[in-house]
């Protein structure tokens, strides 16, 4: 193999405590107690050989990362390692004194979650009551603070007609940007995947609303959106590249190559407490087991897109087939992917709403 190139971005989850209890929440489905979270002179260590390593960016991630009391500490270690800081937030559980002292500390951007454009379906989608206002709250106080702000949507069938309210909502907060993001079916998100898949003509709505407010709001709000995956004709670059631009480190230690890595059952993780980033970065064996293309099968293997979206997701693949070094269902090439549109057309049509809540112990 070639030499490993450096990473772009640590995704650090300090915890996985959150006031919410979001069905699609890409936490695991067994979440980990606040007793196992890494203390803070560990994630001080692991930010600083993430600078190392040659990392630019570090967001802040959870679970709702300001539940950690030392937040400020770890954005202030990040800052000091020349670290670029991202705080990824629900919005609920910090106020504006919060806010500057993590300014102090160096936090240079936010990125806000919200469940849907009003607080009836939010809230609804969200489990928690009042965090409608909370979340308005937090952008108003993050803009009054002059930091950029990221407005980010989870959509899905129960929220996506509002899609051209949530974009005006981004605008009127001040969001410099808007994530639409589609709902990524693994762990909870596919426990609750038949309330949340939306029918192939919500998708085509959808895109054509995007394509709109992407001219209407041009130069004011930058719009990042993605065919969900599984009306996708070819996968997406999923964290660009297993083990290429990103690694993720959960509140116990676990490095993983992407936040939804541990729903891949039979793989084994490196935990930085016990091994240093730089040699999981490049030696351990779970980044090399799908790093590159030299693990990949047919079709993949002699397709002209293998470095481009490297044969999509493995935690999909895994998710769909039981097997994550198959080639990603959500491409058109692959031999599951009728039953992939087969499984999302059943679901979105037969209409189920329940959702199962992502708590401690409902995994
Ligand atoms: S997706 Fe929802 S439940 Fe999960 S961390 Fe974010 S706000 Fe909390
Ligand atoms: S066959 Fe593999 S490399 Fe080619 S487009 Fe599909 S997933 Fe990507």
């Known amino acids: 193999m070639s030499a490993v190139e450096p990473p772009l971005a640590l995704l650090a989850e300090v915890t996985h405590r959150c ?11 067994a979440l980990e107690r606040p007793a196992n979270e890494m203390a803070t002179a560990d994630w001080l260590r692991a930010i600083a050989e993430a600078a190392e390593l040659g990392c630019l960016q570090v967001h802040f991630s959870g679970g709702e990362p300001t539940a950690r009391r030392d937040l400020e500490q770890l954005v202030a270690g990040a800052t000091a390692a020349g670290l670029y800081t991202n705080l990824i937030t629900s919005g609920v559980g910090w106020d504006a004194r919060r806010l500057t002292a993590l300014i102090e500390a160096g936090l240079e951007h936010v990125q806000l979650s919200f469940q849907d454009s009003g607080a009836d379906i939010g809230e609804r989608i ?3 009551q009042g965090a409608h206002a909370k979340k308005l709250a937090a952008a108003k106080t993050v803009r ?3 930091l950029p702000l990221t407005a980010n949507f989870v959509v ?3 929220n996506l007609h509002h899609l051209p309210e949530m974009l ?3 605008v009127t907060l001040g969001a410099h940007r808007a994530e639409i993001a589609n709902v990524q079916y693994y762990g909870w998100a596919l426990k609750n995947r038949a309330a949340l898949m939306p029918s192939r003509a919500q998708l085509d709505e959808m895109t054509a ?14 719009i990042d959106y993605v065919v969900p995956d599984y009306y996708a004709r070819r996968p997406k670059s999923c964290m660009g590249g297993w083990g290429r631009r990103f690694l993720n480190i959960s509140p116990s230690g676990r490095v993983l190559p992407c936040h939804a890595a541990e729903s891949i059952e039979g793989m084994a993780f490196d935990n930085v407490r016990q091994r240093s980033l730089v040699d999981i970065w490049r030696g351990s064996e779970a980044f090399n087991r799908f790093r590159g293309t030299a693990w990949m099968p047919e079709p993949c293997r ?11 997701c493995r935690c999909q693949a895994f998710a769909i087939t039981g097997d994550a070094a198959r080639t ?4 058109g090439l692959s031999d599951d992917h009728a039953r992939l549109v087969d499984v999302a057309v059943t679901e979105a049509d037969a209409g189920a709403d329940g959702f199962i809540y992502r708590r401690y112990g409902a995994g």
């Not at 609303?209 to 930058?222: P, Q, W």
Request: proline share 8%.
């Open 19 to 29: 006031p919410l209890q979001c069905p699609y929440c890409s936490n695991p489905l």
């Open 126 to 128: 969200g489990g928690y």
């Open 144 to 146: 009054e603070a002059g």
């Open 156 to 158: 899905h069938r129960q």
């Open 168 to 170: 005006d909502m981004a």
């Open 209 to 222: 609303a995007v394509a709109e407010a992407r001219k209407r709001l041009e130069g004011i709000l930058v």
């Open 302 to 312: 002699s397709c002209d897109r293998k470095e481009i979206d490297w044969g999509g």
């Open 328 to 331: 990603d269902p959500a491409c």
